[in-house]
């Protein structure tokens, strides 16, 4: 009967610690490109996993609402795609932009990113959402 004990407390332990790594946050967000500023809020994840294939880079995903064809061109925004799984889609490409910075809060602490990758999702991800952006954190 103390196996079973020690068991359930382990299992509720590593539940306690998943969910703990997993944690989210709202917060204002500035991007940077030349002389132009975005500001929205965004969510730090820490279980977004999307990279630039072969490189471990993060990207972080906005509404593509943010980046009107205009400022888009005006930005002058290096861009591709790359592909991506999520539960919904298991093979899909999402366009991804390069921009000079970043700037967001976690715990208190101003972060500021340099040459970021922002991939640009369908603005129907966002419906109904507070936020705009998801944020990877580590």
Known sequence: QSHCILYLFHCLLRLFQKNRRVQTILCAVTIRQKDKEIHCVGLLDT???LTLPGTGIPVHI????????????EMELPAMEIPYSSLGEQEGKIQVVMVNS??????KEKRVLHNVWLGL????????KSYQMIVAVK
């Open 62 to 73: 906005v509404s593509k609402g943010l980046f009107e064809e205009q400022k888009k061109e």
């Open 47 to 49: 279980g977004n996993l």
């Open 102 to 107: 970043m700037e967001f809060e976690v715990d």
């Open 121 to 128: 999702a369908e603005e129907r991800l966002f419906e109904r």
